[in-house]
């Protein structure tokens, strides 16, 4: 008898697998750089400090979660940015045991401030950053796996390369916020909503797992950053609409209990602290508007002439050749236009970068077309000369180097 477990598709580390984790290795090559050339600045002494707060002492304050009052411009990114901080100084206290007296980093009845750590910890800029860091692996491993899957090896080859080299994508990923974490949510939503609207084709067993990840994408995008959710949520609900035939009467439903599961994971993180939580609703953190001008910024941007200079080869062959016009490029191209115009005005946000991953999966798709066009060859020489400027142009911004 076949045993259960047999079905399961075996992870394979193949020559495609290789190349992908060499493309992310070097982004995070770049990560670690760029870090060994900061400092720590205010931004991070408040991420270091709320951030240990949410773990080691919530509730200070009558009223408040924290000393910071009641976060509420994402959560869990001070989460992330103090865990690493407080499991490294559960770590000290423990070998204290074995210091002498005179060389603990944790004196008898003390608290060490982030101020106070900064000498006995000498990584503690790496460690407020390498959850951010291993987020933006996540999300370029995420978006190999969607455009490999959908447009074959080149197609996502050259959407990983792009992504591993952007500046942009790299200043979210060495300084404490939550963009990144909102583009993984936003970026694993959709996609997810897109597999959830496949799998209603079949056994209802088939769709309780996929909806488990979709509520997990959501609650990622709502903790990091309370707007993402309605977002994610309707730009699901759309790419699901389209997907499920005949059983379009039970996307909203699906749609729903994912956001209620999300909001019951943003509540987690709030510590179960119905005040803090529902201070989120009372803030202006979930206010939206739309805007020409971070569209306008990022491609006037000299570091993203190759994201730039791809993007727009994409949009005239997307235009002019009629079988890049499909739903596997159409709905990438809908979800990047759509977050690219919008702002946060109520706290500091960067919709347009949740943007990019759907803009180099829609670049992705179309050239992996044109590579299999009747110009193959000339394409992929044109397109491996795109992904090269890129690169060039990401490696130079880098400081240090010239």
């Known amino acids: 008898m076949t045993l259960r477990f047999g079905r399961i598709r075996r992870f394979q580390f193949n020559l495609p697998q290789r190349i992908a ?7 995070l090559a770049q990560g670690i750089w760029l870090t060994a050339h900061q400092t720590l600045s205010d931004r991070d002494y408040q ?3 709320c951030g240990r707060e949410t773990w080691e002492r919530p509730s200070v304050l009558a009223g408040y979660y924290t ?7 994402g959560i869990l990114g001070y989460r992330l940015a103090g865990l690493p901080l407080t499991l490294n ?6 070998l204290d045991v074995f210091r002498k007296p005179e060389d603990r980093v944790i004196q008898t009845g003390g608290e060490l401030s982030t101020w106070e750590l900064r000498h006995q910890l000498t990584h503690v800029l790496l460690l407020m950053r390498l959850p951010f860091l291993l987020a933006g692996c996540m999300l370029g491993a995420g978006l190999w796996w969607v455009t490999r899957r959908l447009y074959g090896n080149l197609g996502g080859y ?13 200043r979210a990923c060495v300084a404490p916020s939550a963009e990144v974490l909102a583009a993984l949510g936003v970026y694993g939503g959709v ?6 609207a496949h799998a209603m084709q079949g056994p209802r067993r ?3 797992p996929r909806i488990v990840m979709l509520t997990a994408a959501f609650g990622l995008a709502a903790a990091a950053h309370i707007a993402a959710l309605p977002v994610v949520a309707l730009l699901g609900l759309v790419a699901m609409l389209w997907v499920a035939e005949g059983r379009r009467s039970q996307v909203l439903p699906v749609v729903l209990i994912a956001v209620l599961g999300a ?3 943003v509540f987690a993180c709030y510590g179960f602290s119905p005040d803090a939580f529902s201070y989120v609703f009372r803030s202006s953190a979930g206010f939206i508007w739309v805007s020409l001008d971070p569209a306008r910024r990022f491609f006037s941007t000299l570091g993203n002439a190759g994201i730039t200079l791809a993007f727009g080869a994409a949009i005239v062959l997307y235009l002019g050749v009629r079988r890049s016009r499909y739903f596997g490029n159409t709905a990438p191209l809908f979800c990047a236009l759509v977050l690219m115009v919008l702002i946060m005005t109520g706290v500091p946000g960067s919709p347009w970068l949740w943007a990019l991953p759907f803009l180099l999966t829609f670049v992705g798709g179309v050239f992996a077309d044109a590579y299999e066009g009747p110009r193959g060859r000339m394409a992929l020489i044109a397109g491996g000369a795109v992904v090269l400027l890129q690169a060039v142009f990401c490696v130079l911004s880098l400081p240090g180097l010239l």
Request: hydrophobic share 50%; aromatic share 14%.
């Open 21 to 27: 984790a060499g493309l992310l290795a070097l982004f």
């Open 47 to 49: 991420y270091a400090r």
């Open 67 to 73: 000393t910071c009052g009641n976060i509420h411009d």
């Open 89 to 94: 100084l559960l770590a000290e206290s423990g």
């Open 158 to 170: 050259t959407a990983l390369a792009l992504y591993c080299f952007s500046p942009a994508v790299l």
């Open 191 to 196: 996609y997810t909503c897109i597999g959830v």
């Open 206 to 208: 088939k769709w309780r």
């Open 263 to 265: 909001l019951v994971f």
